[in-house]
T-cell receptor
């Protein structure tokens, strides 16, 4: 157990639907990062929050949004789902602000299947 | 051309062999990460380095900033080392800092 908790582990839904993925960071970590891993694109950075504030955005679609709450857990909302959104979504956490200066702790991932 | 290139894409070895996985990048970086992903998906951070060399057990990671190149070595490889190894770089420039990942090297160690 890495200390980063992601729910749900697996999710199957239909095109056009909306889902919410949840991440609880390791105790004491203030940063949460979201990554998408698909077979053809590999791992891609989506978004980074530090202590409730958005710090950096990557290749995140407009249909996707995220937030980090006062208790530091984060949610990634995916709407108007398309087949191509099927992927593993990872959350990682770190103590400080800049990903490069921190060792990241990853969650086990949420596998999303869009049918 | 990808900012982060790994080689080889696939690597099969016999138990006990010395393994080298390479990572080249084209941008200025502040740090480089090596990650391990086992079948089933979980990702573990192995190393974060910005210069020189780090060692943890049978794993050694080196980086040459001038040549924009890093290597991950596994000594006395074991079947449990079978996994995908991913290199990721943290760009040192700009305000939208992020990790950029290589596509990974699939290592299979046969007994």
């Amino acid at each position: 157990d890495s200390g980063v908790t992601q729910t749900p582990k697996h999710l199957i839904t239909a095109t056009g639907q909306r889902v919410t993925l949840r991440c609880s960071p390791r105790s004491g970590d203030l940063s949460v990062y979201w990554y998408q891993q698909s077979l053809d694109q590999g791992l891609q950075f989506l978004i980074h929050y530090y202590n409730g504030e958005e710090r950096a955005k990557g290749n995140i679609l407009e249909r996707f949004s995220a937030q980090q709450f006062p208790d530091l857990h984060s949610e990634l909302n995916l709407s108007s789902l398309e087949l191509g959104d099927s992927a593993l979504y990872f959350c990682a956490s770190s103590p400080f602000d800049r990903a490069g200066a921190n060792v990241l702790t990853f969650g086990a991932g949420s596998r999303l299947t869009v049918l | 051309k990808n900012e982060v290139e790994q080689s080889p894409q696939n690597l099969t070895a016999q138990e006990g062999e010395f393994i080298t996985i390479n990572c080249s990048y084209s941008v200025g970086i502040s740090a480089l990460h090596w990650l391990q992903q086992h079948p089933g998906g979980g990702i573990v951070s192995l190393f974060m380095l910005s210069s020189g060399k780090k060692k943890h057990g049978r794993l050694i990671a080196t980086i040459n900033i001038q040549e924009k190149h890093s290597s991950l070595h596994i000594t006395a490889s074991h079947p449990r080392d079978s996994a995908v190894y991913i290199c990721a770089v943290f760009n040192s420039g700009g305000s939208n800092y992020k990790l950029t990942f290589g596509k990974g090297t699939l290592l299979t160690v046969n007994p």
